[in-house]
């Protein structure tokens, strides 16, 4: 049984936590960075004014005495920490001065944050007061995981603290609910491993359009708004995790559901008939199987769409109206006609000119949420888009490739977790009077891929060729190959079929290059098998972008008898004998 204590703690001491990375989030249950910047304001104040302020609730770490993982007070932790380090004003417009405070100086001096430089700041006497101000902390030792999912979902029925969605992910911790908030996370681009830092909570949360805090995820980019299925407010609350579980229960269980609360709350309700029913149905059927569908449907929607936004070729007339509603419709008449039917889509126009104007022709009031109506919508939208599909296998291109989502989350996710990951423009120089082959860059992915095999057992890492090294290659790029980069979050992409064609090459010819080279390595096995039975090449969007895999290994790889290791993004080689046993000790 877990045991509770209570720990005051001032400020300043949970700040030297968060600096030590002792506050950890776990994201299975907790929701992202949600609050408004008047929220963070009127915290600020009621701390500065010597208010009490609600109690913060943390788990002692198994294993790791003094480390903590959140359990209620995420909000009021991130607020706290990213006000010291001068993200928002207080409600007066003054900042936090970090210059009475060595500890988030230091981080400053070491690019960790970069301060705001405003002249309006709090005094040196109201920083010493805030740091000084001790915070309830109650702190549960000893705790079960069921213990901590229990009082994390009774803190949460203590009035309407989360959407109805968040709720449903935050209490179950099954395959269904994992599945979801895995294919959720991936569109989004907010991957992450499941447990991070509460410093890295920005990375995977989500700014609003008229609420900027410097989040990397923009809620604009993301598939769900910029295709207008969802309004940015939406992805807050998760109604994204809700659409996908909708979709999803109704394929895997072979009967679509009523489109209703009531019906997903079953489903999520661990021991009800439904959710027995979906969670032996995900056995047979596969979650990783469906997740690859699922994002090989949202590519295909995205072919179909070219530049034109989802919304405007739904409704005939100008309209801000979210519709996820016709938009689960729409998937799962495309997955019955690619995946039941076993078919392909040979005219994507065709298809688009069949979708215009669709919201007229199918149900879309109350009566649209019966399983009955639901299925007359997605045959009226198979018959309307069917003749643009011909019988063809589709299976090698969906099942263990990279979908577009995919992808954009790897882009997104290689900012934080540099030594897993490493992104190359490719082979050609950048030099105008001479587009030559680098002859050595091949040599140094490989190098890369024996250092990030060695970061450790169940470490999967990923490279992609076709991202620009820095905005100023991309901007060369763009002039030499006449190609236009799509920028994700800080990176852009140029793709490799510039480089194919230079190179007198077709795309598949390109992709081959790469393979053959890592077959003719010096790479050590079983690390060469497993990298090339996993590379990838995906269009995105005419550029084409190679993915290299590099699976987990189970024990040291070497390129040419040589161990190297990545030591955040860059690549080493490791000659001291000390350093060698080191990562042997790793496996």
């Not at 005495?65 to 001068?86: K, N, V, W």
């Not at 989350?409 to 290689?414: F, H, Q, V, Y």
């Not at 030099?431 to 091949?442: M, Q």
């Not at 992709?511 to 079983?526: G, R, V």
């Amino acid at each position: 049984m877990a045991d509770l204590t209570s720990q005051p703690t001032t400020i300043q001491s949970i700040y030297t936590w968060h600096n030590e990375n002792k506050l950890q989030v776990n994201r299975r249950y907790q929701r992202k960075l949600v609050w408004t910047l008047e929220e963070k304001q009127k915290l600020v104040e009621s701390i500065l004014k010597r208010y009490p302020i609600p109690a913060i609730l943390l788990a002692e770490l198994d294993g790791t005495p003094g480390s903590y993982e959140i359990i209620d007070g995420l909000q009021r932790l991130h607020a706290i920490i990213s006000f010291i380090e001068t993200s928002y004003p207080t409600l007066t417009g003054e900042y936090f001065d970090i210059k009475h405070f060595t500890t988030a100086q230091n981080r400053a001096d070491e690019k960790i944050f970069i301060p705001n430089e405003a002249t309006k700041t709090i005094s040196s006497k109201d920083v010493g007061s805030f740091l000084d101000y001790t915070l309830a902390i109650s702190v549960m030792r000893n705790a079960s995981e069921q213990e901590i999912n229990d009082v994390f979902d009774r803190i949460n029925t203590y009035g309407r603290r989360l959407s109805d969605q968040e709720r449903r992910q935050s209490g179950v911790e099954n395959d269904f609910s994992q599945m979801i908030r895995e294919i959720a996370c991936t569109l989004r681009g907010d991957t992450s491993s499941t447990v991070l830092p509460l410093a890295q909570m920005p990375s995977i949360s989500i700014d609003l359009p008229k609420t900027k805090h410097g989040y990397t995820i923009k809620a604009e980019e993301v598939f769900w708004v910029r295709q207008g299925i969802l309004r940015s407010t939406d992805l807050r609350d998760s109604m994204d995790e809700q659409c996908i579980a909708d979709v999803a229960a109704s394929i895997i269980g072979g009967t679509i559901i009523t489109r209703s609360k009531e019906a997903l709350d079953e489903i999520y309700t661990i021991g009800s008939t439904q959710s027995n029913r979906i969670e032996t149905a995900l056995v047979i059927y596969g979650a990783d199987k469906f997740a690859d569908e699922f994002k090989f449907c949202v590519d295909e929607i995205l072919k179909i769409c070219g530049d034109t936004k989802l919304r405007d070729i739904i409704f005939s007339k100008g309209t801000s109206n979210a519709f996820p509603s016709v938009f689960a419709v729409i998937v799962m008449a495309i997955h019955e006609l690619i995946i039941a039917e076993n078919k392909m889509i040979s005219n994507y126009d065709a298809i688009k000119k069949a979708l215009t104007g669709i919201s007229d022709r199918v149900e879309t009031g109350q009566k649209a949420t019966s399983p009955e109506e639901r299925r007359r919508n997605i045959d009226v939208i198979k018959g309307l888009i069917g003749g643009s599909f011909v019988r063809r296998d589709a299976s090698i291109k969906i099942y263990g490739s990279h979908a577009t989502a995919d992808i954009e989350s790897i882009i997104r996710r290689s900012e934080i977790e540099l030594s897993h990951y490493e992104l190359k423009q490719g082979l050609v120089t950048l030099d105008p009077k001479s587009r030559s082959e680098n002859k050595s860059l091949i040599e140094k992915v490989i190098r890369t891929i024996s250092a990030i095999a060695n970061n450790g057992p169940n470490r999967e890492g990923k490279v992609i060729i076709g991202v620009a090294d820095n905005d100023k290659d991309a901007t060369i790029i763009t002039k030499l190959d006449g190609i236009t980069p799509i920028k994700i979050s800080k990176k852009q992409i140029v793709g490799v079929t510039r480089e194919a064609a230079l190179l007198g090459l077709t795309a598949e010819e390109y992709f081959s290059k790469w393979k053959n080279a890592i077959k003719n390595s010096k790479l050590s096995e079983p690390l060469k098998s497993g990298v090339l039975a996993n590379m990838d090449y995906n269009d995105y969007y005419g550029l084409g972008v190679i993915v290299i895999t590099v699976p987990p290994q189970k024990e040291v790889s070497y390129f040419d008898d040589k161990v190297h290791i990545r030591s955040g993004d860059d690549t080493i080689l490791v000659e001291s004998a000390k350093l060698i046993a080191d990562v042997v000790k790793r496996f």
